[in-house]
């Protein structure tokens, strides 16, 4: 059998699944998302976002791409979050990286990979912004897990920083903004940043909403 019958053979074994344990699984869930988190994750496939959080079809909205980066001029990943903050509603956004990275592995490297330089490129700023700290560091692998931790950090106050976040924390109060790391080694998450709602970036990323 071709590898990739096995995922259509699974996907019938899965609706018989369902549909024994809620018959109308289905007809109640086809009619429209109100996930209540926002997961911005990692594309390796060894970090599925559903399986990992124990979560159900329709309890998250979910973007991925490589080293789960929030970059300001990502049109796919802005979309996404405006989506989810304004039309959705949700009440957490949670950025997801994980040990064993192969972007942030590649980042730390000085190989010439092509494209994907212009993207890893973002992941060599978080380095030089806390180089500091990173270079003190004599051992690779500590260095290395802590350039993931560090990554993360950066893209949760990328989020902060976006005008419409700030938009839904000054009208709504949400969403809290998360920075957790699944550990590829145990299958744990582990928080290592919580943003608050109103809890504000470095005064240079503020807007002034007048109307708001
Ligand atoms: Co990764």
Request: aromatic share 10%; proline share 4%.
């Amino acid at each position: 059998m071709e590898a990739y019958k096995r995922l259509l053979l699974n996907n019938q074994a899965w609706v018989q699944d369902r549909l024994a344990l809620r018959p109308d699984f289905f007809t109640a869930t086809s009619g429209t998302q109100k996930p209540a988190f926002l997961w911005i994750g990692c594309s390796d496939s060894r970090v599925p976002a559903e399986e990992v959080t124990g979560v159900e079809p329709g309890e998250l909205f979910v973007h991925r791409n490589v080293a789960n980066l929030v970059v300001h001029t990502d049109f796919n990943m802005l979309s996404v979050v405006q989506y989810a903050v304004e039309v959705l509603k949700v009440k957490h956004i949670i950025v997801c990286g994980h040990y064993g990275c192969g972007g942030v592995r590649a980042a730390m490297s000085r190989q010439h990979l092509g494209l994907i330089n212009k993207w890893l490129r973002h992941i060599k700023d978080t380095y030089r912004l806390h180089a500091t700290e990173l270079d003190a560091i004599p051992d690779e692998a500590q260095r290395y897990d802590r350039l993931i931790e560090l990554n993360v950090f950066e893209q949760v106050h990328h989020l902060a920083e976006l005008s419409f976040v700030q938009l839904a924390w000054k009208r709504e109060q949400r969403p809290t903004i998360h920075g957790w790391i699944y550990d590829l080694r145990t299958g744990f998450l582990k928080q290592i940043a919580k943003v608050d709602p109103g809890h504000l970036p470095h005064d240079i990323f503020v807007y002034d909403f007048p109307d708001a």
